[in-house]
């Protein structure tokens, strides 16, 4: 039997819980995927460039625009002034003007915007312009903000029993201060926006963000127009990991604000240095903290402030530092622990989210309490780590009064991975290796991760997708999630193709456009398949309900008796191809369109206790990493890591795979080479790669093992019961940081306390293998 297009009835072709190429695979790597910047260019395009501040803070006296607005193919030189609109973006709370008014608040500012005939000419104009500063005393870092008690929004405190009693009655006790760095994001394509006027008084805007409908709202507010007039589309990023989350949105309105007033066509592709000067980054922590632990070094007490290094305004930071908060426990159960989070204000760039979103801050710090805690007692720190992790019945419930469901495969993964990684042999190995070796030396560390599931704000926690059947039995899949690498297409075609009884082929997802699929959240929070795959898979239930009921009518049998298998619709003893079935529909006048939605069930939160159930699940994973360091230099390198990472029933294991390599790889170039460095003006002078280290494929560990976890489907209705991998495992890395760590305090015979702050950077491992020295 055919049903007409060749597609005779066999098994379906990547469907769910298969290893499928990325959608865009081929064309990734021959370099034909176009993005923002390939797209054919209109007549009459403009190019744009902004005049960012060289001063931190300081009073604008006045510009002198003439000699810019002068030179050749120069269209438009504008300022604050010239916006029609509302002039503050800011993504939550008002704080991030467009372009700066009487007053810049961190070097790298954008002042003026310019759009001339080709982008040379547009950079060659943007230089020319005059600022006129009167400076003023700039607040730079958290210390600084901590200290004079400047903060971008209240700080916060989430409790559990009583800390400062169980501190005090608690046999051993320890205090410190750690600084964790923040990191630039580096995704190879740079921000870009290309806003083309649509001649009606609207705009169409391609943007490379991961929140098409924010990008929307900001230009339609910047311009004064109501949202119907702003179409945005994003086909794919070239990485993003956070960085366009808010902040695409200022570069499209940029973009779009120079398209209004030159009537034109306006690219604005941003250079690499301007990129990194003018948008957020991670944010960078400074940790006090007060563990009280017993003998086994179980954790009784803890007491720990978190403060961020937010910038000049609000942007994401409630949220950042809400996960950093909820991230102080990590995998262990914390009897009595006060949190406190602090959101700086310095005069320095908005910092914004980055995979992980403030969460691999807060387990950063108690990551390296736990290291503390141990290197004390002279433990094993995989003791300590077991000794503390959440266990049902009586150690189960968070620091925010969230119960962790399903603690019992942390003890799994621990078992598994200690087997696997041959933990305990390559202990003793490491300590023989050491105790022959003055100058190198190994250090290992085995960490988990527990990472929360879902966006702390309530409201985003909701997706919308929109799918097409056409008579030829081609399926069209629109959903509100984007692409920037991670495969959420080739996910969600799968999800759709599974749900058909179809080939994965025979779809097709859409780029992403606010008048397809309107108001979604931003790609996210790890949440885009499970928030946008269930969005999808219920739209295809409404059309496979009616193609069911039409199947049942027209072939006189019951409903019960129609099945979706093997590219085909069998109802009762009759079979017909799926594309057969979509013709006769049609013909029927059956509808073959519908859109779905979907809300994650189970969450809640209140903001005036600090507790609730923020997250529907929780993601996991372990890993062990072995660094060998050269104590003369700082010099390191990782001979070898171990990854295993809870997926459940990962919808593709091959991008998943992929997620749990990069990730790793993000978070050790987070945690040893990736360092900012503003100088004590402010400004900002690691802003290329020339200075700015991100790793290479040479920072690989030479023995890299990474699985994942597929044993246990997660316990809560997640798509196809899968679990969200974008981000949980970039905390993995901690193992690396931690492992140098190991091999410092390995210098000094392990006696001392070590402090090696992030990044370790080879010039930070060798002043902390100096220091130990200098306790003998
Ligand atoms: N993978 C690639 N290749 N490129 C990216 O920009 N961003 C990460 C992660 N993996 C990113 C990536 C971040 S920060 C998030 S939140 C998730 O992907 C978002 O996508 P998802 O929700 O569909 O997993
Ligand atoms: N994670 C990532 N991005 C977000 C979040 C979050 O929890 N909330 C708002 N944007
Ligand atoms: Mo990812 S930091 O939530 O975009």
Same mark, same amino acid.
């Given at each position: 039997?055919?049903?007409?297009?060749?597609?005779?009835?066999?098994?379906?072709?990547?469907?769910?819980?298969?290893?499928?190429?990325? &959608?865009?695979?081929?064309?990734?790597?021959?370099?034909? %995927?176009?993005?923002?910047?390939?797209?054919?260019?209109?007549?009459?395009?403009?190019?744009?460039?902004?005049?960012?501040? *060289?001063?931190?803070?300081?009073?604008?006296?006045?510009?002198?625009?003439?000699?810019?607005?002068?030179?050749?193919?120069?269209?438009?030189?504008?300022?604050?002034?010239?916006?029609?609109?509302?002039?503050?973006?800011?993504?939550?709370?008002?704080?991030?003007?467009?372009?700066?008014?009487?007053?810049?608040?961190?070097?790298?500012?954008?002042?003026?915007?310019?759009?001339?005939? @080709?982008?040379?000419?547009?950079?060659?104009?943007?230089?020319?312009?005059?600022?006129?500063?009167?400076?003023?005393?700039?607040?730079?870092?958290?210390?600084?903000?901590?200290?004079?008690?400047?903060?971008?929004?209240?700080?916060?405190?989430?409790?559990?029993?009583?800390?400062?009693?169980?501190?005090?009655?608690?046999?051993?006790?320890?205090?410190?201060?750690?600084?964790?760095?923040?990191? &630039?994001?580096?995704?190879?394509?740079?921000?870009?926006?290309?806003?083309?006027? &649509?001649?009606?008084?609207?705009?169409?805007v391609h943007s490379s963000t991961q929140h098409p409908s924010e990008v929307q709202h900001q230009v339609a507010?910047?311009l004064g127009l109501p949202m119907n007039a702003v179409t945005v589309e994003c086909r794919r990023m070239g990485?993003?990991?956070?960085?366009?989350?808010?902040?695409?949105?200022?570069?499209? %309105?940029?973009?779009?604000?120079?398209?209004?007033?030159?009537?034109?066509?306006?690219?604005?592709?941003?250079?690499?240095?301007?990129?990194?000067?003018?948008?957020?980054?991670?944010?960078?922590?400074?940790?006090?903290?007060?563990?009280?632990?017993?003998?086994?070094?179980?954790?009784?007490?803890?007491?720990?402030?978190?403060? %961020?290094?937010?910038?000049?305004?609000?942007?994401?930071?409630?949220?950042?530092?809400?996960?950093?908060?909820?991230?102080?426990?990590?995998?262990?159960?914390?009897?009595?622990? @006060?949190?406190?989070?602090?959101?700086?204000?310095?005069?320095?760039?908005?910092?914004?989210?980055?995979?992980?979103?403030?969460?691999?801050?807060?387990?950063?710090?108690?990551?390296?309490?736990?290291?503390?805690?141990?290197?004390?007692?002279?433990?094993?720190?995989?003791?300590?780590?077991?000794?503390?992790?959440?266990?049902?019945?009586?150690?189960?419930?968070?620091?925010?009064?969230?119960?962790?469901?399903?603690?019992?495969?942390?003890?799994?993964?621990?078992?598994?991975?200690?087997?696997?990684? &041959?933990?305990?042999?390559?202990?003793?190995?490491?300590?023989?290796?050491?105790?022959?070796?003055?100058?190198?030396?190994?250090?290992?560390?085995?960490?988990?991760?527990?990472?929360?599931?879902?966006?702390?704000?309530?409201?985003?926690?909701? %997706?919308?997708?929109?799918?097409?059947?056409?008579?030829?039995?081609?399926?069209?899949?629109?959903?509100?999630?984007?692409?920037?690498?991670?495969?959420?297409?080739?996910?969600?075609?799968?999800?759709?193709?599974?749900?058909?009884?179809?080939?994965?082929?025979?779809?097709?997802?859409?780029?992403?456009?606010?008048?397809?699929?309107?108001?979604?959240?931003?790609?996210?929070?790890?949440?885009?398949?499970?928030?946008?795959?269930?969005?999808?898979?219920?739209?295809?239930?409404?059309?496979?309900?009616?193609?069911?009921?039409?199947?049942?009518?027209?072939?006189?049998?019951?409903?019960?008796?129609?099945?979706?298998?093997?590219?085909?619709?069998?109802?009762?003893?009759?079979?017909?191809?799926?594309?057969?079935?979509?013709?006769?529909?049609?013909?029927?006048?059956?509808?073959?369109?519908?859109?779905?939605?979907?809300?994650?069930?189970?969450?809640?939160?209140?903001?005036?206790?600090?507790?609730?159930?923020?997250?529907?699940?929780?993601?996991?994973?372990?890993?062990?990493?072995?660094?060998?360091?050269?104590?003369?230099?700082?010099?390191?390198?990782?001979?070898?890591?171990?990854?295993?990472?809870?997926?459940?029933?990962?919808?593709?294991?091959?991008?998943?795979?992929?997620?749990?390599?990069?990730?790793?790889?993000?978070?050790?170039?987070?945690?040893?080479?990736?360092?900012?460095?503003?100088?004590?003006?402010?400004?900002?002078? @690691?802003?290329?790669?020339?200075?700015?280290?991100?790793?290479?494929?040479?920072?690989?560990?030479?023995?890299?093992?990474?699985?994942?976890? *597929?044993?246990?489907?997660?316990?809560?209705?997640?798509?196809?019961?899968?679990?969200?991998?974008?981000?949980?495992?970039?905390?993995?890395?901690?193992?690396?940081?931690?492992?140098?760590?190991?091999?410092?305090?390995?210098?000094?015979?392990?006696?001392?306390?070590?402090?090696?702050?992030?990044?370790?950077?080879?010039?930070?491992?060798?002043?902390?293998?100096?220091?130990?020295?200098?306790?003998?």
């Open positions: 039997m055919t049903d007409g297009t060749n597609h005779g009835v066999r098994p379906v072709r990547g469907g769910v819980h298969t290893a499928q190429a990325h &959608d865009s695979a081929l064309r990734h790597v021959t370099g034909s %995927a176009p993005y923002v910047d390939d797209l054919p260019e209109l007549p009459g395009t403009l190019h744009a460039a902004v005049r960012l501040s *060289d001063k931190a803070h300081a009073r604008i006296l006045g510009m002198d625009l003439a000699g810019a607005r002068t030179m050749p193919g120069v269209h438009a030189v504008l300022t604050y002034d010239d916006v029609p609109g509302e002039l503050d973006i800011g993504a939550i709370l008002p704080g991030d003007p467009l372009l700066a008014p009487d007053l810049v608040e961190y070097a790298g500012q954008p002042v003026v915007a310019v759009a001339a005939e @080709t982008m040379l000419a547009a950079r060659a104009a943007a230089r020319r312009v005059e600022v006129f500063y009167e400076p003023l005393p700039a607040i730079l870092t958290p210390e600084e903000a901590l200290e004079q008690g400047l903060f971008v929004s209240p700080s916060q405190t989430m409790r559990r029993g009583d800390a400062a009693a169980a501190l005090n009655g608690a046999p051993h006790r320890l205090r410190g201060e750690l600084r964790i760095g923040g990191q &630039d994001h580096f995704y190879l394509e740079t921000h870009i926006a290309y806003a083309i006027p &649509d001649g009606d008084g609207g705009y169409k507010k910047v990485g993003a990991f956070g960085g366009k989350e808010s902040q695409a949105a200022h570069v499209a %309105a940029i973009a779009a604000l120079l398209a209004h007033h030159t009537r034109r066509p306006v690219k604005f592709r941003m250079d690499r240095d301007d990129d990194m000067l003018m948008t957020g980054k991670r944010h960078d922590f400074f940790v006090r903290y007060d563990v009280g632990f017993d003998g086994e070094g179980r954790i009784l007490g803890l007491e720990m402030e978190l403060a %961020a290094r937010c910038g000049m305004s609000l942007d994401l930071s409630n949220g950042v530092v809400d996960r950093a908060m909820f991230h102080a426990d990590n995998a262990y159960f914390l009897p009595h622990a @006060t949190i406190t989070g602090h959101r700086c204000r310095t005069n320095t760039v908005s910092n914004t989210a980055f995979r992980g979103f403030g969460g691999p801050q807060g387990m950063a710090a108690i990551e390296h309490v736990v290291d503390e805690v141990a290197r004390h007692l002279g433990r094993d720190a995989l003791d300590v780590r077991r000794a503390n992790l959440y266990a049902a019945p009586e150690r189960d419930v968070t620091h925010y009064g969230m119960r962790v469901e399903d603690a019992d495969i942390l003890p799994e993964l621990f078992d598994e991975l200690e087997r696997s990684s &041959d933990y305990r042999e390559r202990r003793r190995a490491v300590a023989a290796f050491n105790a022959a070796s003055p100058v190198l030396k190994k250090g290992l560390a085995f960490t988990p991760v527990k990472f929360g599931i879902s966006f702390t704000a309530l409201h985003l926690n909701q %997706a919308a997708a929109l799918v097409h059947v056409y008579t030829d039995g081609s399926v069209q899949v629109n959903h509100g999630g984007t692409e920037m690498g991670q495969g959420i297409h080739t996910k969600i075609a799968q999800i759709v193709a599974e749900e058909f009884q179809i080939d994965a082929a025979r779809l097709r997802v859409t780029a992403s456009v606010t008048d397809k699929v309107p108001n979604a959240p931003p790609s996210a929070a790890s949440t885009g398949t499970d928030l946008n795959g269930m969005a999808a898979l219920n739209a295809a239930r409404t059309i496979k309900e009616r193609l069911t009921a039409f199947m049942a009518d027209h072939c006189k049998v019951p409903p019960e008796q129609v099945a979706f298998r093997d590219n085909a619709v069998f109802a009762g003893n009759h079979a017909l191809g799926f594309a057969e079935v979509a013709k006769l529909a049609f013909l029927n006048r059956v509808p073959l369109s519908a859109t779905g939605h979907y809300k994650t069930p189970k969450i809640h939160w209140d903001p005036a206790t600090q507790s609730g159930r923020p997250f529907f699940y929780f993601a996991y994973g372990v890993a062990v990493t072995e660094a060998l360091v050269d104590t003369l230099t700082g010099e390191y390198r990782f001979p070898r890591c171990d990854l295993l990472h809870d997926c459940s029933g990962s919808i593709n294991p091959a991008i998943d795979l992929g997620q749990v390599e990069g990730a790793f790889v993000q978070g050790l170039g987070w945690l040893t080479a990736e360092e900012l460095w503003w100088d004590g003006e402010g400004r900002l002078r @690691t802003h290329a790669p020339s200075t700015y280290k991100i790793p290479t494929s040479r920072d690989l560990p030479a023995d890299f093992r990474v699985r994942l976890y *597929d044993a246990r489907p997660n316990r809560e209705e997640t798509i196809h019961r899968s679990k969200a991998v974008g981000e949980p495992p970039l905390m993995l890395a901690l193992s690396g940081w931690l492992a140098l760590k190991d091999a410092v305090a390995a210098l000094g015979g392990h006696r001392h306390p070590v402090r090696l702050d992030a990044p370790a950077t080879p010039e930070r491992v060798l002043l902390a293998c100096e220091a130990v020295r200098r306790q003998g």
